[in-house]
């Protein structure tokens, strides 16, 4: 395994990643290679060559298992011995919420369930949470009560990333779970707990997906690597397989090296859409760049072998993972240049970079938790209502969801931007905290006549003795309120005490 890699983290230059230009380049070199030089290789090769729109459809769409004997890993959730197994080898379809990190397996599980339904003539509709509205649920529903009133027909509704439903949009399908007009199945990256309504939750069992171990990974990739046609080059035989040019065809043969397939099991991080997708444009970039020169002749020709390399994969997945990235770095980079934006009063920055997450298909309740958190971190007291502000922006968008909520966002990180800023007390605070962090042995007793006394036996141990209740005063008090190895200590003057 290759020891010093952080999966879906090695370097991918900081500037790249906050320059649009970079940005764009990338994109039109990932679309010259899916539909350019490599893609006629593909199109022959790929699994599902003969449907009509075969060429649009990403290898990991085209590699989803149709059936649970081909669904790999996830054994906690449907191996051999459980339960949700045997319901599915039943037909006893339970309401679900499938939990779990991207490209785990969620999707593919209930396509799989879909797929047995049909053969058993129990229709099944999908919506996406980040398109559908109230009313398709609606839709959705109404057409479930005439298939079940007329046809008997039952109706599984699977909703994906069931997480970015409001409170109010989840309560219109609560009912017809209950009485059984639709299994319901959602599918989230979110703690259902949180972010599923308690009353659903409770009508709905949990399966837990896992991140793939590196071994599932491997087949999975391995699968696709069969089904493409791409020969594995054992590494402890060392030949080289571009010096063999018998292959005759105009077609090249492609291969891999084994510890790329390693590699890129294992810096896919339990995601196959991501180690999927890094394979497909592996292959396609180094295919699109076959035309070599030949000094000799000073003409070009295209070798008939092509060997994708460690590199490639790397390369592969640092593109892929830019585009698709949800969870991991991009998700960090983008929100950072928010913040950073909004604190440096730049309100048209702090538009692109909300925009650019938000249509990117991020949280908006993520990104308003960030709003909360920079009221009181970068404006503080210079102006208390942004608090305020940051917390309705929340609300209305937990209360609305997208795509309407946006311009909430959009109001408040422009009020942000402009609003005054003020760190004075974000760092008093800090101070305290280093403070209480560096003291060395016991921290020292609360002052005597800063305590409350309850009882006799206090009042007789001196709690609360000598204390000056401050409205009985017209002047102002002298007393001190830190413990007295504190005394005159200034939290907000001082770095460190
Ligand atoms: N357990 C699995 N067995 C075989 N292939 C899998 C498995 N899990 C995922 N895949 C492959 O990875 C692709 C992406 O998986 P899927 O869409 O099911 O992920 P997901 O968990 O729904 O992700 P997301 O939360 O990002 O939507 C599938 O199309 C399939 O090719």
Redesign the pocket.
């Given at each position: 395994m290759p020891g010093q890699l952080t999966p879906l983290l090695w370097a991918s230059g900081e500037a790249e990643h906050h320059d649009t230009r970079a940005w764009q380049w990338k994109a039109a070199q990932l679309r010259a290679a899916w539909g350019g030089g490599g893609g006629g290789w593909w199109s022959r090769n790929q699994p599902g060559r003969n449907s009509p729109n075969h060429r649009l459809k990403?290898?990991?769409?085209?590699?989803?298992?149709d059936a649970l004997q081909?669904?790999?890993?996830?054994s906690r959730a449907v191996g051999q011995e459980t339960l949700l197994r045997s319901l599915l080898e039943t037909n006893e379809i339970p309401s679900l919420i499938?939990w779990?990190?991207?490209?785990?397996?969620?999707?593919?599980?209930?396509?799989i369930i879909a797929n047995n339904s049909k053969k058993h003539s129990i229709r099944f509709v999908t919506l996406s949470a980040t398109n559908a509205k109230t009313n398709d649920v609606r839709d959705v529903i109404k057409q479930a009560q005439n298939e079940k009133s007329f046809f008997k027909r039952k109706t599984i509704l699977f909703i994906?990333?069931i997480h970015r439903f409001n409170k109010s949009q989840q309560d219109t399908f609560l009912p017809h779970v209950e009485c059984g007009t639709i299994t319901l199945i959602g599918?989230?990256?979110e703690n259902p707990s949180f972010q599923v309504n308690a009353a659903l939750l409770s009508r709905c069992r949990v399966i837990v997906?896992e991140k793939?171990p590196v071994e599932?990974m491997v087949?999975?990739l391995m699968?696709?690597i069969n089904s493409l046609g791409i020969h594995v080059l054992d590494s402890s035989r060392p030949t080289d397989p571009l010096s063999h040019s018998s292959n005759s065809s105009s077609e090249p043969s492609v291969f891999i090296e084994d510890k790329a397939v390693d590699t890129l099991a294992y810096l896919s991080d339990g995601?196959?859409?991501a180690?999927?997708n890094g394979l497909q444009l592996a292959v396609l970039a180094r295919l699109s760049s076959r035309k070599m020169f030949c000094k000799k002749s000073g003409q070009t020709y295209s070798p008939s072998r092509v060997l994708i390399t460690e590199n490639d994969v790397k390369e592969g997945l640092q593109r892929s993972h830019i585009l698709?990235d949800?969870?991991g770095e991009e998700h960090y980079n983008c929100i950072s240049a928010l913040h950073k934006a909004m604190r440096g009063s730049d309100q048209n920055a702090s538009l692109y970079w909300l925009a650019r997450m938000l249509e990117g298909g991020e949280d908006p309740l993520y990104v308003a938790r960030r709003l909360v958190r920079f009221a009181s971190e970068d404006i503080g007291l210079a102006d208390p209502s942004a608090l305020t502000q940051a917390v309705a922006a929340y609300q209305g968008c937990h209360f609305i969801g997208m795509p309407e909520c946006e311009v909430l966002l959009a109001q408040c990180v422009v009020y942000f931007a402009r609003a005054p800023k003020s760190i004075e007390v974000y760092s008093a605070y800090n101070n305290v905290k280093a403070c209480l962090r560096n003291h060395q042995g016991p921290l020292p007793p609360v002052p005597l006549h800063l305590r409350n006394a309850p009882t006799r036996l206090m009042k007789d141990l001196g709690y609360g003795k000598g204390y000056k209740y401050n409205p009985m005063y017209s002047e102002p008090v002298d007393q001190e309120y830190l413990p007295e190895e504190l005394r005159g200590v200034d939290f907000f003057k001082q770095r460190r005490c």
């Open positions: 990403p290898l990991a769409d085209k590699m989803r298992p081909d669904y790999i890993g996830q499938l779990g990190p991207p490209g785990c397996g969620k999707t593919t599980l209930a396509h994906d990333e599918a989230t990256t997906l793939l599932a087949t999975i699968r696709a995601d196959a859409r180690g999927l698709y949800r969870a």
